[in-house]
């Protein structure tokens, strides 16, 4: 692992690989998939690795979730996304009405 890695707040490896081989190609690959996925928001996360997920094929969901540290869960969601039309409206980065309520629908008057 390189000494700029280390101030980064980035998920790292968990992979035997990776753990084994720090400074191995594959490794240099795993730390580069973790900081593209850090720049990027909640849905482009799960599209993203949903994608990746259906790419490497089987397995590709646990791979993926051992690179990333992305629940199993989150991956699926992020394929099934994409296999959608249309997952969210284009500029949104959930559902409408998901997320937390207002403030000012929680306690009116505040």
Not at 29 to 50: S, V
Not at 54 to 65: F, V
Not at 86 to 93: A, H, I, L, Q, T
């Amino acid at each position: 692992m390189n000494k700029d890695d280390e101030h980064l707040d980035f998920h790292r490896c968990k992979c035997p690989v990776c753990r084994e081989k720090p400074s191995s190609l594959l490794a240099m690959r795993h730390r580069e998939l973790n900081r593209i996925f850090l720049g990027t928001d909640e849905r482009t996360r799960r599209l993203l690795a949903g994608f990746l997920a259906t790419e490497y094929g089987r397995g590709g969901i646990s791979r993926l979730a051992c690179i990333t540290g992305l629940s199993l869960p989150t991956i699926r969601r992020g394929q099934r996304e994409l296999r959608q039309e249309s997952p969210v409206e284009p500029g949104r980065v959930r559902r409408l009405g998901a997320g937390r309520k207002r403030t000012e629908v929680k306690f009116p008057g505040c």
